[in-house]
């Protein structure tokens, strides 16, 4: 059986200076964002992205993912601890992003940065949706090191199956790497595969939709559930209930714009 290994959130301290391995996580996907749309712009040079597109829309979606990502914690699982502890709202260093929150505040950047461009939302959704998952799995990475998150309780006799010390001392399922795995890995091969060939305007959107919704819904039946603004359930997680829109849109999506497509065409 393994046992988490605890380790110090701080990763450099230089004085008073302190970096969090959270932190670093969240600019290791920044920069794979990054070095991803680069390596997209060069397979795809009639994608309507340049260099300079991709480093405009960056800032853009630092501020969306922090900003969004936070009130999402804040407003969707932990309203009342927050409330009674505002000043912790700001000390995102400590962990407690929501991906919900922080999709809204990308959707929110996107249809400001489409509206800077004067070009469709879905061209840019398009675009974006590949290079979001390898950031996802370095946030769960991140959830990890930081021993936040932990798992459902496991059989001893799962090989993987681990402790973490500052919960109990039960075997849990390490869920932030099942995570990281599905929702991140294996969603970034399924697009990038996917926004090879042409699609209809929409689709890629759709598939990561489709994607992430369906992979988050299965991880959270291992992952312990947060208690959210609908209570603590063993059944249907907070995670759950959120990710079950985004798979309805993902599939009305496809739908329309394989029909829009069709049309077109005609």
Known sequence: MLIHPQFDPVAIQLGPLAIHWYGLMYLVGFGLFLWLGHVRIKQQPDCGWNGK?????????????????RLGEV????????????????????GGMSFHGGFIGVLVAMLLFARKKKVSFWQISDFVAPLVPTGLAAGRIGNF????????IASHDL?????????????????????????????FVILWLFSARRR????????????????????????T??????????????GQWLSVPMIVAGLALYRWAARRDTVRQH
């Open 53 to 69: 597109d991709l480093d405009d829309f960056l800032t853009w979606a630092v501020l969306g993912v922090i900003a969004g990502g």
């Open 75 to 94: 407003l969707f699982y932990q309203p009342g601890y927050y409330l009674a502890h505002p000043a912790e709202i700001l000390m995102v260093w400590k």
């Open 145 to 152: 090191i930081n021993g936040e998150l932990w798992g459902r």
């Open 159 to 187: 090989p993987w199956a681990m402790i973490f010390p500052h919960v109990d001392a039960m075997p849990r399922h390490p869920s932030q790497l099942y995570q990281a795995a599905l929702e991140g890995l294996t969603l």
């Open 200 to 223: 209809p305007l929409g689709q890629v959107s759709a598939v990561f939709l489709i994607g992430y919704g369906s992979f988050r819904f299965i991880a959270e039946f291992f992952r």
């Open 225 to 238: 559930p947060d208690a959210g603004i609908f209570g603590q359930s063993d059944i249907i997680s907070m």
